[in-house]
T-cell receptor, first 115, second 116 residues
């Protein structure tokens, strides 16, 4: 199984709502990532978890709150978002370490619209 | 900090022809990894090919090959016998390390159109 799944596929929320994005993988990967991607732009790294611990936070606003409850799951909790936060949110996973074969596997993304 | 530059925002190729996508990068490290990722419209990103900097031999995966010029810090992707399914955004990426974890530094991408 080389699949990263993300739910929901689409999400529309108001600026006062609280919602969560979910990512799951069963490849035994110990590193998981959240990216934000605007249209026609490359993915921008937001957070990296390694062995369920947050290891990289790319100065993301606190209205985005990541959580890694176990090695297979990664959540992104959203609260008080702004319209400019509308984007495709991608999750990825990889083996941890420095192996050259540490390919990142990407999920299909959640298309988020903030009204 | 490492940077990745893709100077071609858009490229087009006729089906069955060959196209080359350009990528340059900047790093002070001597050992590193480079990748080409493909993102088809409304579909998920997948790895096309990877290159390890310490290997002089250019990587090849079926119709995809790279021209890796370490001294010039250049990493171009050649797609031979282009197919309609090759139409996608192509991102060049550098694998960097930060805080004990790895991260990908992406170029801005090249949109490839394949004409029948």
């Amino acid at each position: 199984d080389t699949e990263v799944t993300q739910t929901p596929k689409h999400l529309v929320m108001g600026m006062t709502n609280k919602k969560s994005l979910k990512c799951e993988q069963h490849m035994g990967h110990r590193a998981m990532y959240w990216y934000k991607q605007k249209a026609k732009k490359p993915p921008e790294l937001m957070f990296v978890y390694s062995y369920e611990k947050l290891s990289i936070n790319e100065s993301v606003p606190s209205r985005f709150s990541p959580e890694c409850p176990n090695s297979s799951l990664l959540n992104l909790h959203l609260h008080a978002l702004q319209p400019e936060d509308s984007a495709l949110y991608l999750c990825a996973s990889s083996r941890s370490g420095t192996s050259p074969y540490n390919e990142q596997f990407f999920g299909p993304g959640t298309r988020l619209t903030v009204l | 900090a490492q940077t990745v530059t893709q100077s071609q925002p858009e490229m087009s190729v006729q089906e069955a022809e060959t196209v080359t996508l350009s990528c340059t990068y900047d790093t002070s490290e001597s050992d590193y990894y480079l990748f080409w990722y493909k993102q088809p419209p409304s579909r998920q990103m997948i790895l096309v090919i990877r290159q390890e900097a310490y290997k002089q031999q250019n990587a090849t995966e079926n119709r995809f090959s790279v021209n890796f010029q370490k001294a010039a810090k250049s990493f171009s992707l050649k797609i031979s016998d282009s197919q309609l399914g090759d139409a996608a955004m192509y991102f060049c990426a550098y694998r960097a390390f930060q805080g004990g974890s790895e991260k990908l530094v992406f170029g801005k991408g090249t949109k490839l159109t394949v004409n029948p």
